[in-house]
């Protein structure tokens, strides 16, 4: 019986070896992820409206220093697709020490994996290059339409690129980076 208690006591021990991991809610990964693409610079040329695309775009402008930095872009929603997998296996064995066989053997074993995958496809441009790139990605939205109603969503596609270009063409001209924070380096 000692050897058991003996037994139960290595596999409980083995188990605290193997890296504890916790659930992740899919609105705290989701939460994360905008936090790091603010971070990184990221620009929405879509949704955001002028004010907020502003202070992205001076944000990133202050981070590097430049009046026309190279952002990460996210020209249109974002699709996440979640995909994951935990594995968790166990294995014990005691030898037969009550039987008259060896005095003791002893056999064990853990696994424990845990994956997380998201690609995210994110489009690197000069500030200044945003308005084509996202003007360019949205226009092969509209290839399947019927002739007429791609030219009318094209011209509101060129129509929003050239107000996006106005903007980004004030926002790099008007830089001035003694109005950035110092950096926090």
């Known amino acids: 019986m000692r050897d058991v208690a003996m ?3 290595l596999l409980a021990a083995l188990g ?6 916790r ?7 989701l939460h994360e992820l905008q936090m790091q693409l603010q971070a990184a610079g990221a620009v929405s040329a879509t949704g ?3 004010v907020r695309f502003a202070e ?11 009046a026309n930095p190279v952002v990460p872009i996210l020209t249109r929603e974002i699709t996440v697709d979640l995909a ?5 296996t166990g294995t014990f064995a005691v030898g037969p020490a009550a039987t008259g066989g060896p005095p003791f053997g002893l056999s064990g ?3 424990r994996g845990q994956t997380q995958a998201l690609t995210l496809p994110l489009t690197f441009a000069a500030l200044s290059e945003l308005p084509d790139v996202v003007a360019a990605q949205r226009a092969t939205l509209f290839t399947a339409l019927p002739a007429a109603a791609r030219r009318t969503a094209l011209r509101r596609v060129l129509a929003e690129r050239d107000s996006l270009r ?3 063409r004030g926002l790099v001209d008007s830089y001035d980076p003694a109005r950035c924070p110092a950096p926090t380096r």
Not at 16 to 21: I, M
Not at 84 to 88: H, I, K, L, N, R
């Open 56 to 66: 992205a775009a001076r944000a990133a402008q202050c981070e590097v220093r430049a």
């Open 16 to 21: 605290g070896c193997a890296s504890a991991s």
């Open 109 to 111: 074993g853990m696994t």
């Open 7 to 9: 037994a139960a006591a």
């Open 166 to 168: 106005a903007q980004t």
């Open 23 to 29: 659930p992740v809610t899919v609105a705290a990964a």
């Open 48 to 50: 955001a409206g002028p």
């Open 84 to 88: 994951g997998s935990f594995t968790a």
